[in-house]
């Protein structure tokens, strides 16, 4: 269901993988989280998440929910709650790619991504209050962070879903291209990142996610991480390339 790619340039590719249209089922979330939690004791240069060529996922497996009740949800949606964190823990920059559809907690897995590349084609929202529910894994609080509350407002409240242009307009997005080269723009991408300043990207990660602490707070959790990147060599070798006029080669230490 989830598979683990290891390609050159340090770059790891998780594909979803369960016909016809990568519904989340319970399993593919714990294996989702595994691979998030792996990646995270072991983080490679960059991370790509995708779909295939047809389709990133279309949400939770609703043959599977329909005659839940809360005890039995409440499991579900945890499990992809946490699998969403776990995502977003990765101490590198992770990249969807995404084809066809996200939607639901297809789009949930998409938002806990640093960033979000779509074929032009693409379509993307949160349907759930057409099933009479809501988003449940992290939709109502990640989507207003990116995108602003009164367009994240329409979009749960309507349900409806954005193609990829107004997607990028509203910035829910980062980049648009031709379905078939969404994928290699991606890796593109990844290796870029991964030859990049690995412990820089996780310390702004870090002081990102504190961005909505209490502004004390969130300056302390930068100043600290600031402050640590000065014992990295990556550190001297960015400023002395800069004050060389060379483009840097960093080590990742």
Do not use: W
Not at 27 to 41: G, I, P, Q
Not at 78 to 101: H, M, S, W, Y
Not at 177 to 186: C, G, L, S, T
């Amino acid at each position: 269901m989830l598979h683990v790619e290891r390609h050159p340039n340090a770059v790891v590719v998780l594909r979803i993988d369960r016909p016809k249209v990568n519904a989340l089922c319970i399993r593919l979330m714990e294996e989702l989280r595994a691979a998030a939690d792996a990646l995270t004791d072991d983080p490679p240069g960059a991370v790509i998440i995708s779909g295939g060529e047809r389709i990133f996922a279309a949400g939770a497996d609703i043959r599977e929910m329909v005659g839940y009740g809360p005890d039995e949800i409440a499991s579900d949606v945890g499990a992809l709650e946490q699998a969403c964190r776990d995502l977003e823990a990765i101490p590198k920059v992770t990249i969807a790619a995404i084809n066809g559809f996200a939607l639901g907690g297809g789009l949930e897995v998409a938002l806990s991504c640093d960033v979000r590349f779509v074929a032009e084609d693409a379509r993307l929202g949160l349907p759930e209050i057409k099933l009479g529910i809501i988003p449940g894994s992290g939709g109502t609080q990640r989507l207003p962070r990116l995108v602003g509350l009164p367009k994240a407002r329409h979009l749960i409240l309507t349900g409806r879903q954005v193609d990829a242009a107004e997607a990028l307009a509203i910035g829910l997005v980062d980049r648009l291209a031709a379905p078939d080269e969404v994928y290699r723009v991606a890796v593109g991408e990844a290796r870029a990142f991964a030859a990049g300043p690995l412990l820089a990207y996780a310390a702004a990660k870090r002081a990102m996610a504190a961005a909505d602490h209490p502004l004390e707070e969130g300056l302390r959790v930068e100043r600290e991480a600031f402050v640590a990147l000065f014992a990295t060599r990556d550190q001297e070798e960015g400023m002395r390339a800069f004050l060389e006029k060379r483009e840097p080669k960093f080590e990742g230490r």
